[in-house]
């Protein structure tokens, strides 16, 4: 029974993925890759510069945002690269997860007012308009959000280590 409760999935409020992969050549040359281009910085925002990707590059491990202004910074790409095979991680910013749970408190916001300002014109329904909301903004807005920039990264992550072979866990 344990083993049956470990491997189910967990919802998130924001969703990450996991990915591993091989690289064709050697591992000092596709990280010595990977360093040209990226612009080394510690905070992962977006700036305007002529590298693929702006982050921190630490032996073989990396943590980089897409350098594309405004998009690039949405998606951050955590991962190692160990004996030609890697795995990255693929989560939203955080400095974008704030800004979204502020969104995913508007439903909420907007249900207390209507509360409080007409209470006899007060319907159950809005509870289910508000539940209706806050889900689609997570699973329409977020993740339709997170599908695209993720991709658009990974696929330039992959086009800069010379990725083989590329496969979600």
Do not use: W
């Not at 350098?67 to 190692?80: D, Q």
């Not at 907007?110 to 689609?136: D, P, T, W, Y």
């Amino acid at each position: 029974m344990y083993l049956i409760l470990k491997t189910k999935k967990r919802m998130n409020i924001f969703p990450k993925n996991d990915y591993t992969f091989k690289i064709i050549g050697e591992e000092t040359e596709t990280l010595e890759r990977l360093k040209r281009r990226t612009e080394l910085s510690e905070s992962l925002t977006s700036k305007i510069t002529d590298k693929s990707f702006r982050g921190i590059i630490k032996n073989n491990t990396f943590k980089i945002i897409s350098s594309e202004i405004g998009k690039g910074a949405f998606c951050v790409l955590t991962g190692e690269i160990v004996n030609k095979e890697g795995q990255v991680e693929v989560e939203i910013n955080k400095a974008f997860r704030i800004l979204l749970s502020v969104l995913l408190c508007f439903p909420f916001f907007g249900l207390i007012a209507q509360f409080f300002s007409n209470k006899e014109e007060f319907s159950i329904i809005f509870i289910l308009v508000a539940i209706l909301q806050l889900l689609m903004i997570r699973y329409v807005f977020i993740e339709l959000a997170f599908r695209r920039f993720s991709k658009s990264s990974l696929s330039k992550l992959s086009d800069v280590l010379d990725i083989d072979h590329l496969e979600k866990k």
